[in-house]
């Protein structure tokens, strides 16, 4: 079993569609990124969290640590959202797990 | 700009040649990481530099040679290498610890013939 699981691992939207990844782990963690990297292969950092919520824009991040699950939510999905999201729990000192990414295609 | 720079953005090598990879930051991190990401596969942590220190090698072969000659600076020496080591490598930089966000270079996609 793999230390983070990315659910659902290919997602396909309408434009205006509310989106929910999810993020399971199986270790301890100090805290968790969330990160989007588009087809260029450049990664960007969406949210660093350790507990609570965290909203962006319209990209809201959620953390359960005692459950050792994550969610990112994108509200009023867009084209431009069109990227892989990768979950990437932060598990020990310069130690980060890196899930296999969430593809996401939001349709015009 | 993400404040991580990498150059050659694209590198076509043969498998006796030697070339290298190149990291810049002037974000102040402390920390600067090699990450190799191949076709469907999570990004792989190579090696890991704290205040020009190598804190983490992660049994990488010696075909993979890092140089970390300041702060700023993170180099990845390659030679001799083979096939399967084409791939998508990422630098990266943090201000280090467990939750030191990361920030991450465009890549330079290596393909190895």
């Known amino acids: 079993k793999n230390e983070v699981e990315q659910s659902p691992q290919n997602l396909t939207a309408q434009e205006g569609e509310f989106i929910t990844i999810n993020c399971s782990y199986s270790?301890?963690?100090?805290?968790l990124h969330w990160l989007q990297q588009h087809p260029g292969g450049g990664i960007v950092s969406l949210f660093m969290?350790?507990?609570g919520k965290k909203k962006h824009g319209r990209l809201i991040a959620t953390i359960n640590i005692q459950e050792k699950h994550s969610s990112l939510h994108i509200t009023a999905s867009h084209p431009r959202d069109s990227a892989v999201y990768i979950c990437a729990p932060a598990s020990g000192t310069y130690k980060y797990i890196f899930g296999t990414g969430t593809r996401l295609k939001v349709l015009a | 700009e993400t404040g991580v720079t990498q150059t050659p953005r694209h590198l076509v090598m043969g498998m006796t040649n030697k070339k290298s990879l190149k990291c810049e930051q002037h974000?102040?991190?402390?920390?600067m990481y090699w990450y190799k990401q191949s076709a469907k596969k999570p990004l792989e942590l190579m090696f890991v530099y704290s205040l020009e220190e190598r804190v983490e090698n992660n049994s990488v072969p010696s075909r993979f040679s890092p140089e970390c000659p300041n702060s700023s600076h993170l180099f990845l020496h390659l030679h001799t290498l083979q096939p399967e080591d084409s791939a998508l490598y990422l630098c990266?930089?943090?201000?280090?610890?467990?939750?030191?966000?990361?920030?991450f270079g465009e890549g330079s996609r290596l393909t190895v013939l």
């Open positions: 974000l102040g991190h402390n920390a």
């Open positions: 270790v301890g963690i100090s805290a």
């Open positions: 969290l350790s507990s």
């Open positions: 990266a930089s943090s201000l280090g610890g467990t939750t030191g966000e990361l920030f």
